[in-house]
């Protein structure tokens, strides 16, 4: 699904249904929303099914990190270098 999403996400536009498998077993299926019901309706359900939440209200972006920590020592990927060495 990974490497299909856009595919699968132009086809259930075009009114197609999308089945998911894992292991060649069917898990679950993508459908069209059906015409007429509110958006704020089905996300108002999902809400209360604990299926989804939705974001802040605010429409503030997230926040950016301004610059990276800085730790001393020795940087991690010798660290990790090191200790998959040791195996």
Known sequence: ??????KA???VK???DVILTKRSKPIA????SERGIAVD???RRLEAEAVQRRGPKSGKPMP???SPVRIKGKPI?????E???ER
Do not use: H, L, Q
Not at 1 to 6: A, C, D, L, Q, V
Not at 29 to 32: G, N, S
Not at 77 to 81: D, E, P, R
């Open 14 to 16: 075009s009114g197609k």
């Open 29 to 32: 299926v993508i459908k069209p």
């Open 83 to 85: 200790e998959r060495d």
């Open 1 to 6: 699904m990974k490497r299909n999403f856009s």
């Open 9 to 11: 996400i132009k086809a």
């Open 64 to 66: 950016v990190w301004r």
């Open 41 to 43: 309706t089905v996300m």
């Open 77 to 81: 990927v010798n660290t990790i270098s």
